[in-house]
């Protein structure tokens, strides 16, 4: 049997410890949202289109910025809107299409939440690295998203 | 108002960089795992018992080590023994406890597919990095784990 290449015990350790940070980071993150009633799914909708003109993006654009499947995406606004943070409106110039639009009370709602939940970035991830660290974060990660993009075009 | 501590451009780029990078990695991961009709925490799963003393682990403890609630693992493991890779056994020293016992066909499939799977961790991960890119992660990554379970076991 040929050598399947396996794991070092130093990459190993980096996969793992990749795996549960983020993790128990994102638990941590979603806990300290939920004291404002979001999730941190929520949450980076919520930033998509606050910083987007007019506070509106097609559900398709939405869906690749957040990385989520358009029918995921369909059933979290759903949960958004009856929670009257989004709307959804018809586009005009494209029958097809369907615009999440952000409502008055989300855009206060993103206000209030940003400067809270910067802080638990910080406290839980950014403030833990060295400014040298912060920038290989950037350059791995940057790597990763750039070949799966790649993979997924080339199909 | 204070100054909330908002993220420097590159603080936010290395934040969004490893969230991306993570959604990405996890749904490549899942799609190359369903051809054996995995999802990745099943894998992760599967791993955890394969490398227990007589393939069997305390519910509560498959629950930490793959961080997740224990209703959560409950369905997970339900979904599993349906499919016949795991097997739920009550423990003779404890009446409250249960283990979850991997079965021959769960031990076959994590043979199976243990080696395919490390070679997608390594084409869309670890080869992607510098040895010394490797051990920044662990380190980095190692340091937000231990970061966080500090905070928990203080509450």
Redesign the interface.
């Known amino acids: 049997m040929e050598d ?4 070092s015990p ?2 190993q ?3 793992r ?9 994102s ?2 993150l979603d806990r300290e949202l939920q004291a404002f009633g979001l999730s941190l799914n929520d949450y ?1 909708i919520l930033v998509n289109l606050s910083e987007s003109p007019e506070h509106r993006m097609r559900m398709s654009e939405l869906a690749d910025a957040t ?2 499947s358009r029918s995921r995406l369909s059933h979290q606004i759903s949960r958004m809107e009856a929670a009257g943070l989004v709307t959804r409106e018809d586009c005009e110039d494209d029958r097809r299409g369907t615009y999440a639009v952000l409502t008055d009370l989300g855009w206060d709602t993103t206000q209030r939440v ?2 809270e939940h ?2 638990s ?2 406290e ?3 403030d ?2 060295t ?1 040298e ?13 750039d ?3 790649s ?1 997924r075009s080339a199909k």
Do not use: C, D, K, S
């Open positions: 399947p290449g396996w794991l130093r990459e350790g980096a996969w410890a990749h795996l549960a940070a983020h993790r128990l980071l638990h941590q980076e990385i989520q940003a400067p910067v802080a970035v910080r839980h991830f950014i833990l690295l400014p660290q912060v920038a290989t974060v950037e350059e791995i990660y940057t790597h990763v998203v070949h799966i993009h993979i």
